[in-house]
């Protein structure tokens, strides 16, 4: 199993655990080989679960305290104590925190999964970022529960985790023309594609800005596009352009020490 780490969070302490998972070390095969985590892939649901308990015991962590969404691109975040009972999810993309043990999950292939802490209050934050939550303002939603729960924004450490990079995402010109109409300056985040009258997003260096922007005591965005690393991570993107509309789903969680 291959899990990446980020500097900032890691820097917040023991109190705090999380990881970004790579696509290995699972039980799942063919085009879901092999740590497919999304229930809603199309994946056998047990080998799904099995998956998820392996990601979530090598934190240390109860293979029950996995709470993930009903992701839908929506910008609504919410404050949780509890799992969810298997398909029955509420509809949201952000995830809040102060209870000790209970891990909170991203699944992506392409979208940026955040993960946000504030480990002096002792609250997590966790979002669901594709273009449209980003440009949208998930981040800002989830922020904003953090701090009702006790959380300074300027204490808060994030990180924008594996997903599309700038190289793998080409977009057209009514897409670019969506983030300009939000504010010109967002004009920075496109570069000319090779294809005449397109571009190459650059989707975590947005949400990495909006993240800077709210004032948090730091971001990182790790780098790693999902779309161009077959080996490591599952990607919509890539699954698409070669004519298979099924894909696994990346993890990412994070946590407050039990």
Known sequence: MIRFQADAITQAGAAVRHAFFSRQGGVSDGIYGSLNCGFGSGDAEDRVAANRSRAVTSLDLAAESLVTLHQAHTTTALVVDAAFERGCAPVADGLVTRTPGLALGVLS??????????????????????????????????????????????????????????????????????????????????????????????????????????????????????????????????????????????????????
């Open 109 to 258: 292939a392409d979208c940026a999964p955040v993960l946000m802490a504030d480990a002096e209050a002792g609250v997590i934050g966790a979002a669901h970022a594709g273009w449209r939550g980003a440009v949208g303002g998930v981040v800002e939603s989830t922020i904003d529960a953090m701090t009702k729960l006790g959380a300074r924004t300027d204490r808060i450490v994030a990180a924008v985790g594996p997903c599309i990079g700038w190289e793998s995402y080409e977009v057209g010109p009514e897409f670019r023309a969506q983030f300009v109409a939000v504010s010109p300056g967002n004009d920075s985040f496109f570069v000319p594609a090779i294809r005449a009258g397109f571009f190459r997003f650059n989707l975590p260096g947005y949400v990495k800005y909006r993240l800077d922007t709210l004032g948090v005591a730091s971001a990182e965005a790790l780098g790693l596009d999902t779309c161009a690393d077959a080996d490591r991570f599952f990607s919509c993107r890539r699954n698409t352009l070669g004519g298979e509309k099924r894909y696994g789903r990346n993890l990412s969680t994070i946590a407050l020490a039990p």
